[in-house]
């Protein structure tokens, strides 16, 4: 399989502060990738390394074969990344669909058939586009924010922490939706979770992540079974 993400030697933190202490993994176009640890291991950081808000101070970054290490965040938007924070971030003073709106701000121009095109696998939200978003329920906003990410035509999305603070029908939701995102829009995923259901549900493969490292890839299938739970990974 073609390799879409390729990631070596790794390394970030926050100004004096090392987080990732030389991550390695790489994934495969199409792919589906969770990342299971506590907090603070080092989840956030990655992604927001790999999306380019924190600079990378030791390693490489290659995308569909193409360096993106030094390159700023939108330029690695443009090329098919796209992230879907923790906390959502989603904008609580406007409509649903003025945030789906802003997905397309970098566009040349407004494209009103992709965020039709968009929420097609997000009927939810399609009777709340003219609600405020901060009116929405934490699920909403959070299909909300998933949503505004398609809206930029990514290729592969980083999604952070995407269960927190979520009630139990919506993850079956939003589970069911992005499996089907993964045919129609030919996707791929890197998702970091500390839900052993929702990440053993949805991904292929699992890494585990502890103190800013990769410490190997868990067998899903015993996690599926109960085998092995997060206090075992401590």
């Known amino acids: 399989m073609t390799t879409l993400l390729d990631v070596k030697g790794l390394r970030s933190g926050y100004g004096r ?76 003073d406007l409509s649903v669909m003025d945030n789906l709106r802003m997905g397309l701000a970098s566009a040349p121009k407004e494209d009103k058939a992709m965020i039709d095109m968009v929420l097609q696998d997000f009927p939810r939200l399609v009777r709340l586009l003219d609600r405020r978003g901060g009116a929405l329920s934490g699920g909403e906003q959070q299909l909300l924010a998933l949503a505004r990410c398609l809206c930029t035509r990514p290729r592969l999305i980083l999604l952070d922490e995407p269960t927190e603070g979520i009630q139990p029908s919506i993850i079956e939701e939003m589970i069911e939706t992005l499996l089907a995102l993964r045919q129609r829009w030919q996707l791929s995923l890197v998702v970091v979770e500390q839900n052993l259901e929702f990440i053993t549900s949805l991904c292929d493969r699992i890494l585990h992540i502890q103190k800013g490292r990769m410490t190997g890839e868990l067998d899903r299938q015993a996690l599926l079974a109960g085998e092995v739970g997060m206090g075992a990974m401590a």
Do not use: C, W
């Open 17 to 92: 502060i090392p987080i990732l202490a030389g991550i390695d993994m790489t994934m495969a176009q199409g792919e589906y990738l969770g990342i299971l640890g506590h907090n603070g291991m080092g989840k956030t950081t990655l992604m927001r390394t790999l999306m380019g808000h924190l600079p990378a101070t030791a390693g490489s970054v290659e995308f569909q074969g193409k360096s993106i290490t030094q390159m700023k965040t939108f330029e690695r938007s443009r090329l098919g990344l796209g992230l879907v924070p923790q906390g959502r971030e989603i904008f609580p």
